[in-house]
């Protein structure tokens, strides 16, 4: 009797597996996707990457810090009066023969460059003080002082620092020293610093008999 009912019900069917799960899963689905979860990459080479990346995160912060604090440089003048070229210590080229106490002396840097530097003196005594004057063509310098010394004979360093006028000049006062007696050749040294540099000028005058 039982084996008679179960030759005439129909025997239980069984689905048809889908696709994608009759496969392993660790088999790529059409279109690339794996069927199973994917792991991030380990090993050597994902912690070759992973420190690699650490250590170009500092260079771009840097860069990101930078760029802003040079737009403000440049906005605000400071590149112009403390950074920008040309840099270091630049000697220019004096006009022969011109002494600077009979008239105003040009010393040539190039591009434009220039500085006008005179030392009239108060009086006709040989070791009268002199007045200093100083005007920049073509730059705009952020300090400026001038130096007497012996052509032969080193006096040691003694600056006088110039003050800025309204009308662009840069003045000052200085003297040739009292114990010098008889014919002294005398160097005249102008420096006006500008940028990242400082624009040197030399002057040779002569004084006493």
Same mark, same amino acid.
């Given at each position: 009797?039982?084996?008679?009912?179960?030759?005439?019900?129909? %025997?239980?069917?069984? $689905?048809? @597996? +889908?696709?994608? =799960? *009759?496969?392993?899963?660790?088999?790529? #689905?059409?279109?690339? !996707?794996?069927?199973?979860?994917?792991?991030?990459?380990?090993?050597?080479?994902?912690?070759?990457?992973?420190?690699?990346?650490?250590?170009?995160?500092?260079?771009?912060?840097?860069?990101?810090?930078?760029?802003?604090?040079?737009?403000?440089?440049?906005?605000?003048?400071?590149?112009?009066?403390?950074?920008?070229?040309?840099?270091?210590?630049?000697?220019?080229?004096?006009?022969?023969?011109?002494?600077?106490?009979?008239?105003?002396?040009?010393?040539?840097?190039?591009?434009?460059? %220039?500085?006008?530097? $005179?030392? @009239? +003196?108060?009086? =006709? *005594?040989?070791?009268?003080?002199?007045? #200093?004057?100083?005007? !920049?063509?073509?730059?705009?310098?952020?300090?400026?002082?001038?130096?007497?010394?012996?052509?032969?004979?080193?006096?040691?360093?003694?600056?006088?620092?110039?003050?800025?006028?309204?009308?662009?000049?840069?003045?000052?006062?200085?003297?040739?020293?009292?114990?010098?007696?008889?014919?002294?050749?005398?160097?005249?040294?102008?420096?006006?610093?500008?940028?990242?540099?400082?624009?040197?000028?030399?002057?040779?005058?002569?004084?006493?008999?």
């Amino acid at each position: 009797m039982n084996q008679f009912k179960y030759e005439n019900e129909a %025997a239980p069917t069984q $689905q048809p @597996r +889908p696709y994608a =799960a *009759a496969m392993h899963p660790s088999m790529p #689905l059409r279109g690339g !996707a794996a069927a199973g979860p994917q792991q991030a990459p380990g090993g050597p080479a994902g912690r070759l990457l992973s420190r690699r990346n650490r250590r170009r995160r500092p260079l771009a912060l840097a860069l990101a810090a930078a760029v802003p604090i040079a737009l403000a440089l440049a906005a605000t003048g400071l590149w112009s009066r403390w950074l920008a070229p040309p840099w270091g210590e630049q000697v220019g080229r004096t006009e022969p023969g011109c002494d600077p106490r009979q008239r105003a002396c040009r010393v040539d840097f190039g591009h434009g460059r %220039a500085l006008q530097v $005179q030392a @009239r +003196p108060e009086s =006709a *005594a040989p070791t009268a003080p002199l007045q #200093l004057e100083v005007r !920049a063509l073509g730059f705009e310098p952020r300090q400026v002082s001038v130096d007497l010394d012996g052509a032969t004979m080193n006096m040691g360093p003694n600056p006088t620092r110039l003050v800025p006028q309204a009308d662009g000049r840069w003045s000052g006062r200085t003297a040739l020293s009292a114990c010098i007696s008889g014919r002294m050749t005398w160097v005249m040294t102008v420096r006006a610093a500008a940028g990242g540099g400082t624009q040197v000028g030399r002057l040779r005058f002569e004084s006493g008999d």
